[in-house]
């Protein structure tokens, strides 16, 4: 990934350490914030295949990417919040996943 991309959950994660404090009920927001963004992806794929009749389709498949790419970004966050380097535990996850491809 981009250098900026790690450089935006640690920045993310140190204005939100001085905007909220860093302590167990902020972290368990930051960890509950995935959950909040991944019911967005959920709305967006529902908009986008046209589930809810009274709506139709109201998202694309850009929306739902963009969605997709939010967890992401918060869950750099949440790790950094943990006290992690982001990277390094998602290079570990990469790499545990590569060695179950054949």
Known sequence: MDESIWDTARASRGWLDAANGTGQ???????LKLT????????????????????????????????????????????ESLGLDARTVVTACADKVRSRIP
Do not use: S
């Open 25 to 31: 009920a902020e972290l368990t927001c930051r960890i």
């Open 36 to 79: 909040e963004e991944a019911g967005e992806v959920a709305g967006a794929w529902i908009g986008l295949v046209g589930q809810n009749p009274r709506k139709g389709v109201t998202h694309t498949r850009e929306d739902v990417a963009a969605e997709l790419a939010d967890v992401v970004l918060t869950a750099l966050v949440a790790i």
